[in-house]
């Protein structure tokens, strides 16, 4: 059986690579970008900075800067109509995942119309949309190198997977130094979520040879890096890293798929508006628990990747020792309990059969080395508390 691999046509990776920018969006023969980002990467003199590469080429763009985390569908109406009205003929996406996800609609939305729900997964997307490029300043969702977007309906909180073709970025320009200057919780968040990617894409059910290398390769950069990055924001060796090891990540969940983690974590985003990498990291020991008897030697090679098991520690050992590091580890970056993060537990508990339905709708559970029943979903839900 043979696997598709889909990537972004150019991958610019280092220092400066976002400096890029004017010069590929010449390349690419585009003269009209919309920027696509928050109010965090203006004030941050981001997009000044994004212009200026432009406007060395001659190119004048505008910028939609209204984006929010956790991206609606109500958050991008004014972006699509933008890029109905306005001609423009490419999308520089600049941010953390919410304004690349936000730019891979509103791509796809102001070229074809419709609405966000018509696009939703199992569709499978293959329009070509405005080319996107993208330019991460997170390490990270991953979502310059993926084929997905996540757009919250917010008229019944649920978190709608598009996936396919159309939401590639045509270019990913992957620079670290653009999150030198990320707090420590953004840095933790985001970190554990591309952990999250790399393990979820080596167990995965779809995974491949060729998933396989890039997952193995993340978590390799992140494992030994992720605490590095949390202690010093300051540490370009160990930003590098990290930066890299989320767009590989990005790579290997793309072309294999994510799995129980992030099929559960979507509904607690969705109805407790938690950070998604958050929601992450709340579930990622207590999922791993679940699926590790069903995948042994996999999970195994995750921990020898990350750095928490040696080469010559046997499948059992090694596995010991990744439930460890993933306790560990959240301790370390502070994660909090969904208690701590102020989620009612009452409210939650009431939720638990929405929340287990909404998971298995998203296909993701189904790629998991263990695939649950819905009452197993609540039961691991459950342990949150
Ligand atoms: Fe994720």
């Not at 220092?15 to 400096?19: F, I, K, R, V």
């Given at each position: 059986m043979s696997a598709q691999i889909i990537l972004p046509r150019v991958l610019q990776i280092g220092?400066?690579?976002?400096?890029m920018v004017g010069r590929i969006v010449k390349e690419l023969e585009c003269q009209r970008p919309l920027i696509v980002t928050d109010k965090m990467m203006v004030t941050l003199g981001y997009v000044a900075r994004i212009q200026e590469s432009l406007a060395e080429q001659a190119i004048s763009s505008d910028v939609f800067d209204d984006t929010v985390p956790e991206p609606t569908v109500v958050s991008i109406e004014a972006g699509v109509t933008a890029v109905r009205d306005g001609n423009y003929d490419c999308i520089i996406a600049l941010g953390g995942g919410s304004p690349i996800d936000s730019a891979k609609a509103i791509g796809i939305l102001g070229k074809y119309g419709g609405v966000m729900r018509d696009y939703k997964f199992p569709r499978v997307v293959t329009e070509p949309g405005l080319p996107i490029i993208a330019i991460p300043t997170t390490a990270g969702t991953g979502s310059e190198a993926t084929r997905f977007t996540i757009i919250t309906d917010e008229s019944n909180d649920e978190k709608m997977l598009c996936a396919g073709i159309a939401f590639m970025p045509t270019v990913a320009l992957v620079?670290?130094?653009?999150?030198?200057?990320?707090p420590p919780r953004t840095t933790a968040d985001t970190g554990i979520d591309a952990l999250t990617h790399a393990m979820e894409a080596y167990v995965s059910k779809k995974a491949s040879p060729y998933s396989d290398t890039q997952a193995i390769a993340a978590m390799r950069l992140l494992g030994p890096n992720l605490r590095r990055v949390f202690h010093d924001g300051g540490d370009r060796e160990a930003r590098e890293a990290m930066m890299l090891g989320s767009t590989l990540a990005g790579v290997a969940f793309s072309n294999a798929s994510v799995a129980l983690v992030h099929g559960m974590s979507r509904p607690i985003g969705a109805l407790y508006h938690v950070p998604h990498g958050l929601s992450n990291a709340m579930l990622l020991p207590a999922v791993t628990e679940f699926s590790i008897s069903a995948c042994q030697q996999r999970y195994a090679q995750c921990a020898r990747a990350m750095g928490v098991a040696a080469s010559e520690d046997d499948d059992d050992t090694a596995n010991t020792k990744l439930m460890s590091e993933l306790y560990a580890l959240n301790r370390e970056l502070n994660v909090p309990t969904a208690e701590e993060f102020g989620i009612d537990r009452e409210h939650f508990l009431s939720n638990l059969e929405l929340m287990a339905e909404q998971a298995l709708a998203s296909g993701s559970p189904g790629n998991n080395p263990r695939v649950p029943s819905k009452d197993e979903i609540v039961e691991i839900y459950r342990q949150l508390w």
């Open positions: 220092a400066g690579a976002s400096q620079d670290y130094e653009l999150t030198l200057s990320l």
